[in-house]
């Protein structure tokens, strides 16, 4: 699918890291870990394993899902380059070795030294007041100091053009919602979702004011930071880019459940840590805001139907009854923005079975393969593939010469999370048009959806 890119330059050690034998075996020996049994760490993207080493002492061996939730946000630089970049100045994990592209296949895996680290509690419960203080301020200021990185893909937002920014990550919810949208039809019909629902994002986020684009981790919530020997460790840095701070700090101040008085200090802490305009600071904290709402309303039932396909009929009655999470995140949005009424636990629950494995509605839906004329792309998706030979070069995600819209969001993790076997439901996918010319030829919904797929393409690094 993707053309073969060089890594050479990238995959060298740095001082200090594991030689190739020494990494492989401490891989085989977390693989038999995990095959035996043994206690693992697992995160939305990757299986966590401790091993313990004669010389080296303890290691985390991190190994990718391939089954890995929807992403949270575009990528814009290969992980490891972004760890090695800002462990010189940053409390983070110390990478040791890293398999070039990292990009959830058979044979990758990253190799951290392990650190005991403690989680943050719980909600409701508040942050402990040195977080807020001192080290996310600080953490924001020293990110935005780092440097040290590859050049940004073609066509990313540079210097003050924060609404430039905001386009581009209005772009991703598009292509995210075409995604999902395609991949669970009903699901999100029965939720009630609107055809365009990431309307009310792209209205607050019109008119962003101007502030410097520095580098940011947007995914910033309590998961991602951990106490470490009296201070703060954050984690996982994937979604680590170049754009608006007031992004990173809305989402940390809506996802970490900070008391009133602690959101109030954390906003004037890094306001002051990195110098930020105050004029417009509020409107751009609602807007991203309220981009994360609906990121979240995008991606949580698309999770969960994915989650059920491998439950057996008992798990699946069991999370049939715990619908109240899933209600509360749609209903945010329905009764904020869509002006639609909340949901019932009923309605939740009925949602979620017609897409159970063993609903009646969905096999009497699924039509034979025969009767399915597959794109190009889903005709590659079905054909099995060989695992690919252990440290072969994979492309980077910002690198692919692929058709734009439906392959470059494979790139960025939104690979599909189950067969599409409904035609019409993969033909109003924005990304067909790239990989099925054919389906729309003239007309303003033509023309709406090249657009779409020319500026999901320029978003991505493809152009």
């Excluded at 403690?118 to 200021?141: G, T």
Aim: hydrophobic share 35%; no cysteine.
């Amino acid at each position: 699918m993707f053309q073969e890119a060089t890594f050479s330059a990238l995959s060298r050690p740095l001082p200090g890291e594991l030689d190739h034998a020494t990494a492989a075996s401490l891989f085989t020996e977390a693989q038999r870990l995990v095959n035996a049994g043994a206690t693992v760490l697992e995160g939305s993207y990757n299986r966590n394993v401790r091993v313990d080493h004669p010389q080296l002492g303890a290691v985390l061996v991190r190994i990718p899902k391939r089954s890995a939730s929807l992403p949270a946000n575009l990528r814009t630089w290969w992980e490891p380059d972004i760890l090695r970049a800002v462990q010189k100045t940053i409390d983070v994990p110390q990478l040791l070795y890293a398999t070039p592209g990292f990009a959830r296949r058979d044979g990758d895996f990253q190799i951290h030294r392990f650190r005991e680290m403690q989680p943050l509690p719980p909600r409701p419960n508040p942050v402990p007041n040195a977080l807020v203080e001192r080290d996310i301020p600080r953490f924001f200021r020293d990110l935005a100091a780092v440097t040290d990185l590859p050049p940004a893909p073609p066509g990313r937002p540079q210097g003050t053009d924060a609404q430039a920014y905001a386009d581009v990550q209005l772009a991703f919810l598009d292509g995210l919602w075409q995604h999902v949208n395609a991949a669970w039809p009903e699901l999100y019909e029965r939720l009630g979702f609107p055809r365009r629902p990431i309307t009310p994002a792209r209205r607050a986020l019109d008119g962003t004011s101007p502030v410097p684009l520095v580098l940011i981790h947007p995914d910033l919530w309590r998961g991602n930071m951990h106490r470490s020997r009296g201070s703060t460790v954050f984690i996982d840095h994937e979604f680590v880019t170049r754009g608006d701070p007031r992004h990173a700090l809305a989402y940390t101040l809506d996802e970490s459940g900070y008391t009133p008085s602690q959101e109030k200090r954390l906003t004037a802490n890094v306001v002051d840590a990195l110098h930020l305009p105050t004029q417009g600071l509020e409107k751009a904290l609602q807007g991203w805001t309220t981009w994360a709402h609906v990121q979240t309303a995008l991606r949580s039932p698309a999770r969960i139907a994915a989650s059920m396909q491998s439950m057996t009929p008992e798990q699946v009655q069991a999370r049939l009854e715990k619908t109240t999470w899933l209600a509360g995140i749609v209903d945010r949005v329905a009764t904020t923005y869509w002006g639609r009424p909340a949901l019932t636990h009923e309605q939740v629950a009925d949602a979620l079975r017609s897409v159970a494995p063993d609903s009646p509605k969905r096999h009497a839906r699924k039509p034979p393969a025969s009767a399915v004329r597959a794109s190009p792309d889903t005709t590659q998706r079905a054909r099995p593939q060989p695992p690919a030979p252990h440290r072969q070069a994979t492309p980077h995600p910002n690198h692919a010469n692929a058709p734009a819209a439906h392959t470059e969001l494979a790139a960025q993790g939104l690979a599909p999370l189950r067969s599409l076997h409904t035609k019409p439901a993969l033909t109003r996918t924005t990304a067909n048009t790239n990989t099925n010319p054919t389906t729309l030829s003239s007309g303003p919904s033509a023309h709406q959806a090249k657009d779409l797929a020319l500026k999901l393409s320029r978003t991505l690094g493809d152009r």
